[in-house]
């Protein structure tokens, strides 16, 4: 091919290509897997920055890795079918979710000893702090209510109706929080100050599950059903942006860092996400996985990526067809995979 074709192949693509900043035209792979340690399956995980610490459900324990060494330097013991682990590193303590129990487990970020195991709702799924208020917010799937915890006391001081079946939540850090309405396609508001549900947002794609917030361009990302993350403005509610992801979603991350937005999905991929014209987002990539690895935690401070994934055996047999059996993860299989932005 001559130059000059070349050129104007070369200044097409250039074209045709959405205007993202720099940083955000860079995309994921793979850098390498760590195997973890036991056979439990998991759920959230969360990075704490700070302490370079990666918290990771598995089952009944909350395992804790050391980031430099990639190593697992301790385990929250008594977490009786943990989901999700929140971090007040302004009070020195950490929170699961416990969703066999029902409970809430306090735990001390710097020792890992178990703290006070305060009452929740049925089966408390996604939990968050919010540090303007001190609280902690458990949402609860099956009771379909919130339990508000001061987190300096342990204590229990509100539980909210929400009138629907919760999934992730996110707050901006000023006293509000947000949380997926699965059941009714939609997102709500919460004045953590007032404790009361402020507004309820309508969205286009149905069964939002992961929720992640950009709190400086005031823009939510709610990975639903149908291949579909919608971008919703946090201060009116509108969708400004429909982005095509993956299958099966579960999980979603915003990197302050790069401007860049993941879903996690269960087919095996990870969908990337960037700014282009006009600030409206689209996908620029999709990353390879690994099947079933639907929940993330992303590392603002190095900009990794990690999940969780396993190979599995046959799915057994269900004596009633209607009653959904999960497959028995394939002994020594679980890890940790570690992508790295090129």
């Known amino acids: 091919m001559k130059k000059r074709a070349i050129h104007a192949l070369t200044l097409a693509l250039l074209c045709a290509w959405p205007a993202a900043p720099a940083a955000a035209q860079a995309l994921y792979a793979v850098d390498h897997r760590v195997d973890l340690p036991g056979d439990s399956g998991w759920d959230y995980s969360i990075v704490d920055p700070i302490a370079h610490r990666l918290y990771l459900s598995r089952g009944q324990r909350v395992d804790v890795m050391d980031l430099a060494s990639e190593r697992v330097v301790g385990s929250i013991d008594a977490t009786y079918g943990v989901h999700g682990i929140a971090l007040a590193p302004d009070l020195g303590k950490g929170f699961t979710s416990n969703g066999i129990s029902g409970t809430v487990r306090a735990f001390d970020l710097k020792t890992l000893e178990p703290g006070a195991l305060i009452p929740a709702g049925q089966n408390p799924d996604a939990i968050l702090y919010e540090p303007l208020t001190q609280r902690v917010f458990a949402f609860n ?137 006009g600030g409206a987002y689209a996908a620029v990539g999709s990353v390879a996985t690994q099947k079933g690895a639907r929940t993330l935690a992303l590392d603002p401070s190095t900009h990794a990526i990690y999940l969780v994934c396993a190979r599995y055996l046959s799915a057994p047999a269900a004596v009633d067809p209607s009653i959904h059996a999960r497959p028995k993860i394939l002994p020594g299989s679980v890890q940790l995979l570690v992508l790295k932005k090129l």
């Open 141 to 277: 799937g099956k009771s379909h209510d919130a339990t508000v915890i001061d987190a300096r006391t342990d204590s229990v001081v509100a539980t909210i109706a929400l009138g629907c079946k919760p999934e992730f939540a996110a707050t901006d850090g000023q006293g509000t929080v947000f949380f997926n309405r699965e059941d009714k396609d939609s997102i709500g508001v919460i004045d953590a100050k007032a404790l009361t549900v402020t507004a309820v947002w309508a969205l286009n794609a149905k069964s939002p599950s992961g929720l992640a917030l950009d709190r400086a361009g005031h823009r939510l990302f709610a990975v639903c059903d149908g291949g579909k993350m919608e971008v919703v403005d946090s201060l009116s509610g509108a969708v400004t942006a429909e982005v095509a992801i993956g299958g099966h979603p579960d999980a979603a991350a915003f990197d302050p860092g790069t401007g860049l937005a993941f879903s996690s999905n269960g087919e095996g991929t990870l969908t990337v996400a960037a700014p282009g014209m």
